[in-house]
């Protein structure tokens, strides 16, 4: 995802005719994308975080789980509500590539996912949410039901980035695949060539640094990270 983002800030730069300005991110998975109490666990200990974004270049915080929006994730998935969540890749991206507004949002199906995790956001105290041994353990004692959930809704995962210039141009990458694990896999697997291949510097690094993934190296791994997808399209206009 942050791969594809560094690519559509990269090819903005020399064709829109602006200058990068907003990156969007939207993220989507059915139930538990298969994970189980896995991601149930990890989001509920985000909603105990204030959601840190950019706004032309300052830092805000806005209330997890809060300013809904309906967001098109294309064929076989649609439209489906994404909230704030406070990930990393806002902060990342907005130091590396320079971006001076960066927020990112995610959702779940079936919508009462959404509404539940609204409902802590909203009642549940913070420092309650962020303990890890509670919401822990909550996840293991609900993991047979949602179990079930999963399997009526599936474990489709999808990813959208919307980036917007200066001059009003939006560009789109978009992501989907049928099964959020099996994608994972592929884009760990990707991720392990390019380093194997020499297209990473020695250290630690984000993915969008050119030391992470060398710059002529991203469209092959985004190639290898997409084997299966049921959608993948890159500097598309938003409209499309």
Same mark, same amino acid.
């Given at each position: ?27 989507? !998975?059915?139930?538990? =994308? ?8 990890? /989001?509920? $200990? #985000?909603?105990?975080?204030? %959601? ?59 919508? !009462?996912?959404?509404? =539940? ?8 105290? /913070?420092? $309650? #949410?962020?303990?890890?041994? %509670? ?106």
């Amino acid at each position: 995802m942050i791969v594809m983002a560094a690519e559509l800030v990269r090819t903005a730069k020399g064709e829109s005719g602006g200058e990068p300005e907003t990156l969007r991110f939207f993220y989507y !998975i059915a139930g538990t =994308g298969g994970a189980g109490p896995t991601t149930l666990g990890t /989001s509920l $200990l #985000l909603l105990g975080e204030d %959601v840190i974004a950019y706004d032309k270049g300052s830092e805000i915080k806005l209330k997890p789980y809060s300013g809904a929006r309906n967001i098109d994730f294309g064929k076989g998935i649609g439209k489906k509500y994404v909230y704030l969540m406070n990930l990393p890749e806002v902060k990342s991206t907005h130091k590396n590539l320079g971006l001076p507004t960066v927020h990112a949002l995610f959702g779940s199906d079936p919508f !009462i996912w959404n509404w =539940g995790m609204e409902t802590f956001a909203n009642f549940l105290p /913070s420092d $309650l #949410l962020r303990d890890k041994n %509670v919401t822990l353990k909550f996840a293991e004692c609900v993991d047979p039901f949602i179990r079930v959930i999963d399997g009526i809704v599936g474990e489709r995962v999808a990813m959208r980035i919307d980036l917007e210039s200066s001059n009003g141009h939006t560009t789109t990458g978009l992501f989907a695949h049928n099964n959020l694990s099996v994608s994972v896999g592929y884009a760990a697997a990707a991720f392990a060539l390019a380093v194997l291949e020499g297209s990473t510097k020695p250290g630690v690094w984000f993915p969008e640094e050119p030391e992470g993934i060398a710059i002529d190296a991203r469209k092959l791994l985004l190639r290898r990270a997409s084997r299966g997808v049921t959608n993948f399209t890159m500097n598309k206009n938003s409209g499309m």
